[in-house]
C-alpha cells in the first residue's frame, strides 16, 4: 500500500515515537522512508541585523543535520533517504510530498489547543488541510 513515507522531522523532544511509527510502517510496507527537515526561514526575520545571517544559517542546518541523523539511526532497519531544504515548513512539507513520490505523510503534532493553536499555529495541521496525499499524525506531547 506504501512505497514512499514522508517523514517531516524537527528533531525535537518526542520525534523518537513520530520516527518508530513511521520506521515501523516502512518495514510492515517494504517502504522507503523520506526523512525532511525544513530550515524555518521564515523564523529568520526576527534575528536582529546585526547577528551573522550565516552563522545563524549554519547552526540551523546543522540543527537539521542532527534531526536527519536521528532519524537514519533510530530506523536503522528501513531504508532511509534524507532531504534538508529550507523554507516555510508546512508550505514545503506539502510541495515536497507533491513533487516527490509519497504515498503518506507522518509528523508528531504537540495538540496544542485554544488559544496557544490560535497563537501558535499548527505545521501538522496546515499539512493536513493541504497535503496531496493522507497525513497520519502522532502526538508527541506523551512521548518518553
Not at 527537515?37 to 526576527?46: E, F, K, P
Not at 546543522?62 to 508546512?90: N, W
Not at 503518506?104 to 503534532?109: K, L, N, R
Amino acid at each position: 500500500m506504501y512505497d514512499d513515507i514522508l517523514l517531516p522531522t524537527d528533531g525535537s523532544h518526542g520525534m523518537e515515537k513520530v520516527i518508530d511509527h513511521a520506521a515501523g510502517l516502512a518495514a510492515a510496507h517494504d517502504a522507503t522512508l523520506r526523512a525532511l527537515y525544513v530550515v524555518d526561514t521564515a523564523s529568520l526575520t526576527d534575528i536582529p541585523m546585526e547577528a551573522s545571517m550565516d552563522g545563524v544559517s549554519q547552526a540551523l542546518e546543522r540543527e537539521g543535520e542532527s534531526a536527519l541523523e536521528q532519524v537514519q539511526h533510530r530506523a536503522d532497519e528501513a531504508s532511509v533517504e534524507t532531504d534538508l531544504i529550507e523554507g516555510s515548513p508546512a508550505s514545503e512539507i506539502t510541495a515536497y510530498a507533491a513533487e516527490n513520490p509519497c504515498d503518506i505523510v507522518v509528523m508528531g503534532t504537540h495538540g496544542r489547543s485554544g488559544m496557544n493553536r490560535l497563537l501558535l499555529g499548527s505545521v501538522a495541521e496546515r499539512v493536513v488541510r493541504s497535503a496531496p496525499v493522507p497525513v497520519l499524525t502522532v502526538n508527541v506531547d506523551n512521548a518518553e
